[in-house]
């Protein structure tokens, strides 16, 4: 049973395959969080809780005299709020008569098979490969009746505890929330403990730092209604001296879109709390007598595994347990064109159709049609809302538009983005106020837009009905859904001034709600996420849509360090990846070919370029990358990913894809910075069996003579032992010429 409850001990103690978690009703029925970590017996583990006089600290009115029960030094799973205990909260509450206290003692506590459901918000649910249990703690301020109902599903194979809170207001008057985090992990000793996050820039996502826990609060956030480019929503806790194969792992991923905080504070006693949820910035939301608030879901993972386990565990449950999208597991999504950085706004129905003639001879399966196709868009300073075609540019509309390119033999893609508006368009002089803008005031603008108020419904069903026009009147069979600016100006024109602070979850709301309604009623559309790239990249946007444009930035080498920052996290199927020109339009750097493939291959894979400007050999390339893509498609989307460099000192970057069955893997290995004389390229692979005889592919030695400065050198070695490739490595021949690429496939024979 995953989840047990020994009511005479009063412990309740959640099982995975490799984990356990425990938690006590304990003194005052204050609840304690006991133990996370390696799976333990089911044994109360409350005698590891020491009570002492804490200066300082208070005690609960309730404990008498009893100078050593302080909720300051006590590891809880649902901190109090004014207390006694002063460190970083779950709760900020201000009750109707001005007190901001929340004093939650368990009430109630029952356990269901199923995963529990949020009505409103992004949500997992079991695979067929998994159960799952749910259990339900409700607290409650016996003062207020307001209720902190704790919800836990516990994955059991997949080694996932998601979390989440239901504030209920049971008592008569309005309350409001300030602050109300969806998850608190307390640790009682985190004296050697890193913090691992993703900070990054427009171009430059999710780049990985990791640092020591110090005396302080470290912050982790977004405050611009997105994930965010700048930081994203997935934490992790380490052992200082974790690595990619062992050590402990403590992973968080919320299922949140918007403005996230994740807090983490080492205490005066070397305790450790984190905390994660919505961001209390700009947020205070009034939930009504009888009302409940829900908070999304944490999900959280521990493994003794290292970075690597703790990544293969969140890549396996985004694979199965995130998104029902036939695309995720049973079709396969086709490789598509992008016409952003083939001709940005600069293109008309002609010039598509030409670029579908000559992508479908490469082999494309899709063109999708980005930017510039609706209202009057020659450039970013109009037309966003105008969700019908520019006639100037597709002159013969968009139905024929998408027959003829359909008579290529080409599916057709189509880009929008819903959330925003031009001044500059029809949408907008109908409905000035439609957009975010605080009374009196002028909004700031971004990319020359303005941000829709999604939290009102009526922009919603505009939103929707705008959408499933485009898709139910032509054969679209793909959706990039973008998003290109950080929120400011939240004010909604239609809530009272008391309310201004819910605008931003409730924007959040309507988005997850659209997106749903979008993703019910066109499940054969391919929904691709995008925010600048990949600013809003996170376990919420991936209930709806399998992939993610990763970046605005193409450039490979750039690309090498975003999707290995990225991989952490998230698996590769979900990371958007393209193919495009060289010099790269962000950075001007020139790079084969063949490299910009090898990259784009840790990715859904796909070109961005005019075909138009390609050399005969490039097309042939392009063919030939293609080849390999389809050949490896199930092994790449599905197979274990290994990290095998890091971003040290190295001059390069390999990293693996190996089957479950470990009858092959693919190896790929980009040169950042070729040197003369150089120190060969050692590569240890993962994966494999040890026992088994692996066999390098003809292909792969196609690919080693594009690179190779000895070319000749290669051929002579076929048969490998899985162990030698393991432990002893591949060593590559000397490589030659800018940022060289390889990518090897071994194939078990025996
Ligand atoms: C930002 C996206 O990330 C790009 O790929 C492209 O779609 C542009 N927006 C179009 O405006």
Redesign the pocket.
């Given at each position: 049973m995953a989840i047990i409850y020994d009511e005479k001990a009063k412990c309740i103690t959640l099982h995975t395959k490799n984990s356990s978690y425990q938690m006590k009703i304990g003194n005052l029925d204050y609840l304690i969080h006991l133990y996370y970590g390696p799976r333990m017996p089911d044994s109360d583990l409350s005698w590891q809780i020491r009570q002492y006089d804490r200066g300082f600290s208070g005690n609960p009115y309730r404990s008498r005299h009893e100078r050593t029960f302080s909720l300051d030094a006590q590891p809880q799973e649902f901190p109090t709020q004014q207390q006694g205990d002063f460190r970083i909260g779950s709760i900020d509450v201000m009750n109707a008569d001005g007190s901001r206290c929340f004093n939650g003692l368990v009430k109630d506590v029952s356990i269901s098979e199923g995963k529990y459901r949020l009505l409103t918000l992004p949500a997992s649910f079991a695979s067929d490969k998994d159960t799952v249990h749910s259990l339900r703690i409700t607290l409650e301020d016996e003062y207020s009746h307001v209720q902190a109902i704790l919800q836990y599903g516990v994955f059991e194979q997949a080694d996932i505890i998601t979390r989440s809170v239901t504030v209920k207001n049971g008592g008569r008057q309005p309350i409001h929330l300030h602050k109300i985090m969806s998850v608190c992990l307390d640790f009682l000793n985190g004296s050697d403990m890193d913090i691992v996050n993703f900070p990054g820039r427009y171009g430059q996502e999710r780049q990985v730092e990791r640092q020591p826990l110090t005396h302080h609060v470290h912050k982790i956030r977004s405050g611009r209604g997105i994930s965010s480019h700048q930081q994203n929503p997935f934490v992790a806790l380490t052992d200082r001296t974790v690595t990619e194969e062992s050590g402990s792992c403590y992973g968080f991923s919320l299922m949140y879109s918007g403005s996230f905080l994740a807090e983490v504070e080492l205490d005066q006693y070397d305790q450790v709390r984190l905390v994660m949820g919505i961001n209390d910035r700009l947020f205070s939301y009034a939930v009504e007598a009888g009302e409940d608030f829900d908070t999304p879901a944490v999900l959280m993972t521990y493994t003794d595994s290292g970075l690597t386990g703790m990544s293969h565990i969140y890549h396996d449950f985004f694979r199965n347990n995130l998104n029902r999208s036939r695309f995720v597991k049973d079709v396969k999504r086709p490789v598509l064109l992008?016409t952003?950085?083939a001709a940005?706004?600069d293109f008309d129905d002609v010039k598509l159709v030409e670029i579908a003639r000559a992508a479908k001879k490469m082999g494309v399966e899709m063109i999708v049609m980005?930017?510039?196709w609706f209202g009057k868009r020659d450039d970013?300073n109009s037309g966003l809302g105008d969700w019908y075609v520019n006639e100037d540019k597709i002159k013969c509309g968009l139905k024929s538009l998408v027959e003829q390119v359909n008579a290529k033999g080409l599916k057709f893609g189509i880009?929008m983005?819903p959330e925003m508006v031009n001044e500059d368009s029809d949408l907008y002089r109908a409905h000035p106020d439609w957009a975010f803008a605080m009374p009196g005031r002028t909004p700031a603008r971004a990319?020359n837009q303005l941000v829709l108020d999604l939290s009102r419904q009526e922009v919603v069903d505009y939103l929707y009905g705008c959408i499933a026009k485009v898709l139910s009147e032509n054969n679209i069979e793909y959706l990039?859904w973008?998003m290109?600016r950080s929120l400011s100006d939240v004010y909604s024109a239609v809530l009272p001034a008391s309310r201004q602070g819910e605008v931003l979850h409730r924007f959040m709301l309507g988005l997850y709600g659209l997106m749903e309604r979008v993703t019910k009623d066109f499940p054969d559309v391919l929904i691709e996420g995008?925010?600048?790239?990949?600013a809003r990249f996170d376990a919420g946007i991936l209930c709806y849509s399998p992939q993610i444009?990763c970046?605005?930035d193409t450039d490979p080498i750039h690309r090498l360090s975003i999707q290995y920052g990225t991989s952490f996290g998230y698996p590769v199927s979900t990371v958007g990846a393209h193919v495009s020109a060289s010099p790269n339009h962000q950075t001007g750097r020139t790079t084969p070919f063949n490299t910009r493939g090898v990259t784009a291959m840790a990715g859904t894979f796909g070109y961005?370029l005019d075909p138009a400007k390609l050399s005969l050999e490039e097309k042939n390339m392009i063919r030939e990358q293609l080849g390999i893509f389809r050949e490896h498609y199930d092994l790449i989307q599905d197979g274990f990913y290994y990290r095998l460099t890091g971003l040290g000192e190295e001059p390069y970057m390999a990293w693996e894809f190996a089957s479950e069955d470990r009858n092959e893997a693919l190896l790929s290995v980009v040169v950042k910075d070729i040197q003369p004389n150089q120190t060969l390229i050692n590569i240890r692979l993962k994966g494999l069996d040890p026992d088994g005889l692996y066999k390098l592919t003809e292909e792969s030695k196609k690919y080693m003579v594009h690179n190779m400065m000895y070319p000749d050198i290669e051929a002579r070695r076929e048969y490998y032992k899985g162990d030698a490739l393991m432990n002893a490595g591949y060593t590559f021949p000397m490589v030659f010429g800018d940022y060289p690429a390889m990518q090897l496939h071994f194939s078990r024979v025996d």
């Open positions: 992008n952003w950085e940005f706004f980005d930017d510039g970013d880009w983005e990319r990039k973008d290109n995008c925010s600048g790239g990949g444009w970046s605005d961005e």
